[in-house]
């Protein structure tokens, strides 16, 4: 029922800044708890960040802690992820995905969210 729809990746250098969007259909959006994941060549997809329903509580991996910023904007059935600082390793597919029915502290399980989007690419170049 949920679908999920990524954007906003593409190339950039270290040091740069890319904007990621998730575009959610359904009425029920400001319901879902939101989460970002990625997964670089060769690895297992983790963990990037969440925000609440209300946009009101945010988590980041401390690999991105301080660089990444979550936002939702509930009127437009969409979350955003905006990088800062962009390094090589940040280098990754990005996923974004909805989780329903769940507590926020559940926010980092991976297998608690039931809906996830195609991702999209992002590359940072050194």
């Known amino acids: 029922q949920v679908q999920l729809v990524e954007s906003g990746g593409g190339l950039v250098q270290a040091g740069g800044s890319l904007r990621l969007s998730c575009a959610a259909s359904?009425?029920?959006?400001?319901?879902?708890?939101m989460g970002w994941f990625r997964q670089a060549p060769g690895k297992e997809r983790e963990f990037v960040g969440a925000?609440?329903?209300?946009?009101?509580?945010?988590d980041y991996a401390d690999s991105v802690k301080g660089r990444f910023t979550i936002s939702r904007d509930n009127t437009k059935n969409t979350v955003y992820l905006q990088m800062n600082s962009l390094k090589p390793e940040d280098t990754a597919v990005y996923y974004c995905?909805?989780?329903?029915?769940?507590?926020?502290?559940?926010?980092?399980?991976?297998?608690?969210?039931?809906?996830w989007g195609r991702g999209t690419q992002v590359t940072v170049s050194s």
């Open positions: 995905a909805a989780m329903e029915n769940a507590w926020y502290s559940s926010r980092r399980n991976e297998q608690r969210y039931g809906y």
């Open positions: 925000v609440s329903w209300s946009g009101g509580s945010t």
């Open positions: 359904g009425r029920t959006f400001s319901t879902y708890i």
